[in-house]
C-alpha cells in the first residue's frame, strides 16, 4: 500500500495545521491507521491512531485536547487536526498503516508508511 501524506508547512505558535494521508489501493482496508512524528536527533513517537471499521481513537500525551485524528473511509484518507500549535510540535510527520489489531504504540508494528510531511512551528 502506498501511502502519501501531505499539509505540512511553517505556521506560528497557536495556528493550526490539518494534514491528510491518502491511501492508494481501491481495497484499502487496515485494522487501523496512525500518525507518528520524529524530530530531529528523537525518536519516532506516536501522536493518535484511528481504527478503521469503528473509528476508536488514542492520542499521545503530548497533543491530547490539540489535536483530533479523523478518516473519510471513502476516500481511503486519514486526517490530523492539529491546533494550538507549539515550537515542541515541530517534527516529520508520518502516517502508517496497521493490518492486525494488537499494540499500537511502537512505530515497529506498523506494516506501511508514508513518505512524512515536515510541521515547523515558529514561537
Known amino acids: 500500500v502506498q501511502l502519501q501524506a501531505s499539509g505540512g508547512g511553517l505556521v506560528q505558535a497557536g495556528g493550526s495545521l490539518r494534514l491528510s494521508c491518502a491511501a492508494s489501493?481501491?481495497?484499502?482496508?487496515?485494522?487501523?491507521m496512525g500518525w507518528f512524528r520524529q524530530a530531529p536527533g528523537k525518536e519516532r513517537q506516536l501522536v493518535a491512531y484511528?481504527?478503521?471499521?469503528?473509528?476508536?481513537?488514542v492520542y499521545g500525551d503530548s497533543v491530547k485536547g490539540r489535536f483530533a485524528i479523523s478518516k473519510d473511509n471513502a476516500k481511503n484518507t486519514v486526517y490530523l487536526q492539529m491546533n494550538s500549535l507549539k515550537p515542541d510540535d515541530t517534527a516529520l510527520y508520518y502516517c502508517?498503516?496497521?493490518?492486525?489489531?494488537?499494540?499500537?504504540?511502537?512505530?515497529?508494528?506498523?506494516?506501511?508508511w508514508g513518505q512524512g510531511t515536515l510541521v515547523t512551528v515558529s514561537s
Open positions: 502508517a498503516s496497521k493490518a492486525t489489531a494488537g499494540t499500537a504504540v511502537l512505530p515497529s508494528t506498523y506494516d506501511d
Open positions: 484511528i481504527t478503521w471499521n469503528t473509528g476508536r481513537t
Open positions: 489501493e481501491r481495497t484499502f482496508a487496515p485494522y487501523l
